[in-house]
């Protein structure tokens, strides 16, 4: 069954009279910013594209996790270790409610998981490049969670009432997670030569990837359209994208590090900067499995799955032991 979700779930979106009366009552609902709640009536389509977004989002936490982790045992300080612990952890949170919340749309974890662990459902592109230095976990928090929020804000108002409220708890931790990282890139920029060098690094490599996040441009975006008509989505990537590059420059500005783009300059008409679009070969690489670290990735999250087996197996003898006791 979840092969077919999983499925791209694109399509044109329907007009008015193209709808079923229980579809256009179902949009008349999303159109006055009710929330759908798991019970109620809704279009297929509409089940199948959340357990897509969310599924893909759960794993995008869940993996996530692998690059920061990398430098856990080798943070700089205590303090700096015990923050990064703390964020990971987060990671893992998000996660969790996340994967709760596509649940509630009748996919099993166990579905969600085979389908990461078989390559046919993704996560996002940005977990699959390394982190090289301390400076990349400065980077990471500042521009990959920095993205993050720009992405997630908005989505705490998605018609989809679990997924919504789950959207409120994790944009919390994130804008702490942000400004972790922006904090070790402020150490970072005005620390040595050596310090500012590798945070200019970290920026360099980090830029165009953090831009991805956003997913294609919206003229190749195949589910923008029916996931923002059903507010599962609330804007576009290109406008996201945008927003992103708008706060971030400045705050690049501020750290005194220089922006990896010849491109970029204020254009005053449109209120934002003009700004040079990411290598998208290099992006549909990443996201057909020929990324930097896509392999590593996906070998770990099996590989942890598989060693978690044992625990998994212990957990359902003891269920089945007291059900068996209850039952005498
Ligand atoms: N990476 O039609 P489109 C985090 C896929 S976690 C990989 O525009 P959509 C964090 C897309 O899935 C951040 N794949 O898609 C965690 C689709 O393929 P399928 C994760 C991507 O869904 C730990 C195809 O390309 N955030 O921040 O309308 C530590 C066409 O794209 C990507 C979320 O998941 C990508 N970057 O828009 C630190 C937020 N972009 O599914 C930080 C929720 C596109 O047809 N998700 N694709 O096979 C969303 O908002 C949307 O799903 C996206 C993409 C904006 C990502």
Redesign the pocket.
């Known amino acids: 069954m979840y092969a077919q979700m ?1 499925k ?3 399509s044109s979106v329907k007009t008015r009279e193209e709808m079923s009366p229980e579809e256009a009552r179902f949009q008349a609902r999303v159109d006055a910013g009710e929330k759908i709640e798991p019970k109620d009536w809704m279009p297929e389509g509409y089940r199948k ?1 959340l357990i ?3 599924g ?2 759960a794993h ?6 692998l ?2 982790g990398n430098w856990i045992t080798r943070a700089p300080t205590l303090s700096r270790k015990a923050i990064l612990l703390a ?2 952890q987060d ?1 893992a949170g ?1 996660g969790l409610y996340l994967y709760c919340a596509a649940e509630t749309l009748g996919v099993t974890r166990d579905e969600l998981f085979d389908a990461l662990h078989e390559g046919r ?7 699959n490049y390394p982190t090289l230095t301390w400076a990349d976990i400065g980077a ?2 500042w521009l ?2 920095g ?2 929020i720009m ?2 804000v908005p ?1 705490q108002r998605c018609s989809y009432g679990p997924y919504s409220r789950a959207m409120i708890r994790i944009c919390k931790e ?1 804008s702490f ?1 942000q400004r972790q990282g922006f904090d070790i890139m402020m150490k970072m920029a005005s620390g040595t030569e050596a310090q500012r060098a590798m945070a200019q690094d970290a920026l360099n490599r980090f830029w165009y990837p953090s831009l ?5 441009s ?1 003229a ?5 359209a029916q ?1 923002m008509a059903w507010k ?2 609330m804007n576009s ?1 290109d406008e ?1 994208r945008q927003k992103f590059v708008d706060l971030t420059v400045p705050q690049a500005e501020y750290l005194e590090l220089t922006v990896p783009d010849e491109n970029l300059s204020w254009n005053e008409e449109k209120g934002g900067y003009d700004f040079s679009e990411p290598d998208w070969d290099e ?1 549909f690489e ?2 057909r499995g020929n990324g930097p670290c896509n392999k590593e990735r996906l070998g770990a999250r099996v590989k942890a799955w598989e060693d978690g087996a044992w625990v998994r197996e212990g957990l359902v003898a003891n269920a089945q032991k007291k059900q068996r006791m209850a039952a005498e």
């Not at 995008?60 to 996790?65: A, K, N, T």
């Not at 190749?220 to 923008?224: G, T």
């Open positions: 999983v791209s779930t694109g594209n897509r977004q969310i893909q989002h995008s936490e869940i993996v996530g996790q690059p920061e964020k990971v990671e998000h459902m993704k996560y996002s592109s940005i977990f990471v928090g990959v969670d993205a993050a992405n997630q989505l994130e997670h991805m996040m956003f997913g294609p919206d190749n975006s195949v589910h923008s996931s599962i989505k990537n996201l992006f990443v996201l």
